[in-house]
């Protein structure tokens, strides 16, 4: 192993020399930071001044190589590819965009300026020190093939996506026929020019591609019943309608499982389920398919010369009884299925009953070209559909008349939504195992049921399935990361992921085959998937140290962590995220990443000259999420939007990694009060790490009684939640909060560190 050699470099460009006295930057870094090699550049991302870097990590007949590098210069989320090093350790201290950017100009600032650039050398030549260049995860899988769930529209195109993209694909269809729902239609709504017709729906064609391709192997009438291992290295057992099993290892899974239509017989007062001419749109598109361009029957045989569709059926519901979402394709679908009607007889009546009529972009050419075909859009809510002679009578509310209406008709269609095929709700999986260990033998039924309808059979201690959304839909980052969910290597695409139509799902599909392949890349390479994809560390424990608490295996977002026969953590790195949730709960220290630490965010802490009480400058730390807090803070300063120059700022992993040690050791050392910035939390979280900031938030909610230990005022602490876009917010969060702190008075605990 090499001798660890450390060198800081200080970059004078982009006005940072003109506001920053350079040589006093390299003295903080030649003698705090006791740095082996400092150097001075005025351009340091130049291709001259990488190279000199690259030179100095090369090393020389006279000097040794150095293995550790702190920058100094512009932001850490800025010249990524310029000051690429990875074979060294880095470090970088933020003076751009930190310092000169953030803090006011003027002479009157000079002095807190340097200060603030000095204390970003101390930390970062700190940082530097405790960090080491991470090997990559030593479990790495190899399997290159992808496995897809659901043959239907989605997932055809998912394995037709990865195979031609050279990976072996096994696509596993409950089904005895490939298809899904795309296969009961007769036509679908167009996606490309004119927009005027219904068109072919092409799934015959997709799939024969499918069966056709030599990459994809497709199993029919075959379930999942045991998914286990990790990206690139999942063990899958297969189980066929005839009994038989076999089993699979694969890199990456894609679940496509689509989506069930909402039960008609859940609308009885519009008819569904009694009146035997109400159907829903999947029973109305099986008329159209028997009678192929002829007039439509209904299935007593009449010819129908009259329709009612009736839009928002148990959907988008306030009362709590059905379906709260809008499923986004049903007024394009029923304006096709009016075409159907007046296609095959253009003196038959079709007419729509909507509330809102969603046909966005070219959706509005196939609108009109509905109503030039004379099909009838009423604006009205269906208060009761019931029996007239040989048909139906619709009872509605004509909202733009304001009165009572009737429409008879031979036939009512009700645009129910769709209801995805996502598996096992986990609450409702968890408290029924919670029962079955109480011994409770009708739980031990209800658990075999739900075991019967679960997509994957996740052989993973937080349940047999994806987590779900609010509504059902399978688990997917829906603003960070769409296909992406809480397992690792686990993409989710269609309809199970969110309401969508065909076309929609033929793009989630590709999306979700791209990111199965990153996974498979990345895991082969030993590296962390998303949102840190790259990155070679993982989760390191210290065993001897460990007081079993379950804390880290019960908080990872991403199921990375089991339990051993000793009730010992057991990593499993590929399915890990590095979002640092684990060394954040850990209580006794010992879990670290060689990149990322306990120790490395604590030297920083403890690097800042601190002033004495009587300066009038107070010290803030700011724990920043690096995903939007940080880079919140970046666009803020590029728009020289001020910020005090008493704050540090430190950007951690997520929230979820903030252990509680760094906050007490910030108010142990004189820091006057601690802020941290972290994403929004609860139903609509956009925390890249889902529970990020929500465990954040649980655990320093138990901060005031250290501060009452030490004397100091709940206010000294405080969480906030930021988003990327509050660019004009959060500076002036930041400097409220200073002069709050300000106006309770320097902490007691300085000069006693």
Not at 23 to 35: F, T
Request: charged fraction near 25%.
């Amino acid at each position: 192993m090499a001798e660890t050699r450390t060198a800081a470099y200080i970059c004078t460009g982009c006005g940072i020399g003109a506001a920053l006295d350079a040589k006093q930057l390299a003295k903080v870094a030649k003698r705090e930071g006791k740095m082996a090699l400092v150097r001075e550049h005025p351009f340091l991302c130049s291709d001259e001044g990488v190279a000199a870097i690259r030179a100095d990590i090369a090393g020389s007949a006279d000097e040794a190589p150095v293995t550790h590098v702190m920058l100094a210069a512009c932001s850490r989320r800025m010249k990524t590819e310029a000051f690429h090093f990875p074979e060294v350790a880095l470090a970088r201290a933020n003076l751009r965009e930190g310092v000169l950017w953030m803090v006011a100009e003027g002479q009157a600032h000079d002095e807190v300026r340097q200060e603030m650039a000095d204390d970003y050398v101390r930390m970062g030549c700190a940082e530097l020190k405790r960090l080491k260049v991470p090997a990559g995860n030593p479990n790495r899988g190899d399997a290159r093939r992808i496995l897809v769930v659901g043959g239907g529209v989605s997932g055809l195109t998912a394995a037709l996506e990865s195979a031609d993209a050279g990976y072996d694909v096994l696509l596993v269809e409950r089904a005895a026929a490939l298809g899904g729902w795309a296969a009961r239609l007769w036509r679908r709504t167009p996606s490309r020019e004119p927009y005027d017709e219904p068109v072919d729906t092409g799934i015959g064609a997709l799939v024969e591609r499918a069966r056709a391709h030599p990459r994809i192997e497709v199993m029919l009438g075959a379930h999942l019943v045991q998914t286990a291992g990790a990206p690139g290295r999942f063990q899958v057992r297969i189980e066929r309608d005839d009994g038989s099993t076999s089993e699979a290892t694969c890199g990456a899974i894609v679940q496509a499982s689509g989506f069930t239509t909402y039960d008609i017989a859940k609308l009885p007062e519009l008819g569904g389920g009694i009146h035997p001419h109400v159907v829903d749109q999947a029973g109305f598109e099986a008329l159209a398919r028997a009678a192929d361009g002829k007039p439509i029957r209904r299935a007593d045989g009449r010819a129908v010369q009259s329709v009612v569709f009736v839009q928002c059926a148990g959907q988008r519901d306030a009362t709590g009884k059905h379906l709260p979402y809008c499923s986004g394709h049903c007024c394009g679908t029923s304006i096709k299925q009016a075409m159907y009607v007046k296609d095959a007889d253009p003196e038959a009546s079709a007419m729509v009953l909507y509330t809102d009529l969603r046909t966005p972009g070219m959706g509005e050419d196939f609108y009109r070209s509905a109503q030039d075909k004379g099909i009838t859009f009423t604006k009205g809510v269906a208060h009761g559909v019931e029996h007239a002679g040989d048909g139906a009578r619709v009872r509605l509310r004509d909202l733009i008349l304001d009165e009572d209406a009737v429409a008879e008709a031979d036939l009512v269609v009700l645009a129910t939504g769709q209801v995805a095929n996502a598996g096992v709700d986990l609450d409702e999986w968890a408290a029924t195992v919670t029962e079955v260990e109480k011994g409770d033998a009708a739980a031990a039924e209800k658990k075999s049921a739900l075991a019967k309808i679960s997509v994957l059979n996740l052989d993973y201690r937080q349940g047999p399935d994806l987590p779900q959304l609010r509504y059902g839909f399978a688990d997917s980052h829906f603003i960070c990361f769409p296909y992406e969910t809480r397992r690792t290597g686990i993409y989710a695409a269609g309809p199970a992921r969110r309401p969508m139509d065909i076309g929609q799902a033929v793009e989630d599909a590709a999306g979700a085959a791209m990111k199965a392949i990153q996974a498979v890349e990345n895991a082969a390479l030993g590296r962390a998937a998303h949102p840190r994809s790259g990155d070679l560390s993982y989760p390191i424990v210290r065993l001897e140290g460990c007081t079993q608490c379950k804390r880290c295996t019960v908080e990872c977002p991403f199921g990375a962590i089991d339990e051993d026969d000793r009730r010992y953590p057991v990593f499993n790195e590929s399915r890990c995220r590095r979002c640092g949730t684990c060394m954040g709960a850990c209580p006794v220290r010992v879990i670290s990443f060689e990149n990322y630490s306990v120790d490395s965010v604590g030297a920083q802490i403890k690097a800042v000259d601190m002033p004495d009480e009587d300066s009038g400058k107070p010290r803030i730390l700011i724990l920043a999420c690096e995903n939007d807090a940080y880079p919140a803070l970046d666009m803020a300063a590029l728009q020289r939007r001020t910020v005090s120059a008493f704050v540090r700022v430190i950007p951690v992993r997520c929230l979820g990694s903030v252990n509680t040690i760094w906050v007490t050791d910030a108010l142990n050392g004189g820091w006057d009060g601690v802020m941290m910035l972290g994403c929004k939390k609860g139903d609509d979280y956009q925390c890249h790490f889902v529970r990020g900031s929500e465990m954040a938030y649980y655990r320093m909610s138990k901060v005031d009684d250290t501060l009452k230990q030490l004397g100091l005022e709940s206010e000294r602490v405080v969480n906030h939640e930021v988003a990327i876009t509050d660019i004009e917010r959060l500076p002036r969060l930041i400097n409220d909060y200073v002069a709050q702190i300000t106006a309770i008075g320097m902490s007691p605990m300085k000069g006693f560190a």
